[in-house]
């Protein structure tokens, strides 16, 4: 089964950055779209950046203009750039490789740990 690591969490004040590292087992990202997504605690994991199979990217409007999705494909890596970080981006951020079909979504590999990512004002 496709392994996922995520990195580069931490606690940070509002206004600073992050950059977080997802590192796939396999080559899951050359051939697959792919995702950011945060939960916090009693709420459902969301999407909020996401990655085409041919480099397009779409963001969550509450992150929109902050946050940057990019892809290394020889490295099975993705990352995520936070700028002006929120104290409502407080989460723990997961990455995951997806494909759409009508009707639905499948992802590729099972949930990595995530990276805690807390921001205070």
């Known amino acids: 089964q496709v392994q996922l690591v995520e990195s580069g969490g931490g606690s940070v004040q509002a206004g600073e950055s992050l950059r977080l590292s997802c590192v796939a087992s396999?080559?899951?990202?050359?051939?697959?779209?792919a995702g950011w997504y945060r939960q916090t605690p009693g709420k459902q994991r969301e999407l909020v950046a996401g990655?085409?199979?041919?480099?397009?990217?779409n963001y969550a409007d509450s992150v929109k203009g902050r946050f940057a999705i990019s892809r290394d494909t020889a490295k099975n890596t993705i990352y995520l750039q936070m700028n002006s970080l929120k104290p409502e981006d407080t989460a723990v951020y997961y990455c995951?490789?997806?494909?759409?079909?009508?009707?639905?979504?499948?992802?590729?590999?099972?949930w990595g740990q995530g990276t805690q990512v807390t921001v205070s004002s």
């Open positions: 995951n490789a997806h494909r759409d079909f009508e009707g639905g979504r499948i992802l590729i590999a099972g």
């Open positions: 396999e080559s899951i990202f050359s051939v697959n779209a």
């Open positions: 990655i085409s199979e041919d480099g397009a990217t």
